[in-house]
């Protein structure tokens, strides 16, 4: 909910950080493991924090009042044994993550000519690979139909 004059502001933060998840059940719960046993709990839901890259590039465009809610953070990658700059938003506690679904509802409709075309010039596609492929591996000649 909108609750300061600032409002339009975070939002469009959000915009610029925010991140999607997707789960293949409803409520939105993954299986842990927990004395053995296999239980359900929620998902952690966070926001993206940006690279040192993301925050210099120029398609993100934050303004510099943007930038004052960021806090720098260095962390120890030991794959490549460098420390990377992040970027964190200060006030995780002013959005309130939720939960979408995200439901198959339509159907595309499908043209039966079209398809019918389509699965002849594949066919007439796939003979002279299969062509080429023989002549290449049994023969040892090159490609020339």
């Not at 995200?102 to 066919?123: C, G, Q, R, S």
Request: charged letters at 35%.
């Amino acid at each position: 909910m909108k609750r300061t004059k600032d409002a339009e502001f975070f939002e469009g933060i959000l915009k610029k950080i925010n991140t999607f998840m997707y789960s293949e059940i409803r409520h939105f719960l993954k299986k842990k493991k927990k004395f053995g046993r296999r239980i359900y709990v929620e998902r952690e839901q966070k926001l993206k924090s940006l690279s040192s890259y993301e925050w210099n590039n120029p398609k993100i465009q934050l303004t510099e009042r943007e930038r004052q809610y960021f806090l720098k953070r260095r962390e120890y990658c030991p794959f490549r044994k460098m420390y990377y700059d992040y970027y964190d938003f200060i006030e995780p506690w002013r959005f309130t993550l939720r939960i979408k679904p995200n439901m198959i509802t339509h159907y595309k409709p499908v043209n039966a000519d079209l398809e019918k075309e389509y699965a002849e010039v594949e066919f007439y596609i796939k003979q002279y690979k299969v062509q080429g492929i023989i002549q290449k591996k049994i023969y040892g000649k090159s490609n020339s139909i």
